[in-house]
């Protein structure tokens, strides 16, 4: 990252606007860290979620043969 690659937005202390691109990057690393979490943990309940619904068809394929 280059210093002339990106301009702060005014009034905000960590966000910056990459003059490439136009878009406003967060260099904030709590932030981006926080966010990293969240993604996975949202990522391992959709995971647990698919896993949950398998078992259920397995479980009534079951039930249905009895």
Do not use: C, W
């Amino acid at each position: 990252m280059t210093p002339e690659q990106y301009t702060r937005v005014e009034g905000e202390e960590h966000l910056y606007r990459d003059t490439n691109t136009n878009a406003i990057v967060n260099r904030n690393i709590k932030e981006y860290e926080e966010f990293k979490s969240k993604a996975r943990q949202k990522n391992e309940i959709n995971t647990l979620r698919e896993e949950v619904s398998g078992l259920k068809s397995l479980l009534n394929e079951v039930l249905k043969k009895d």
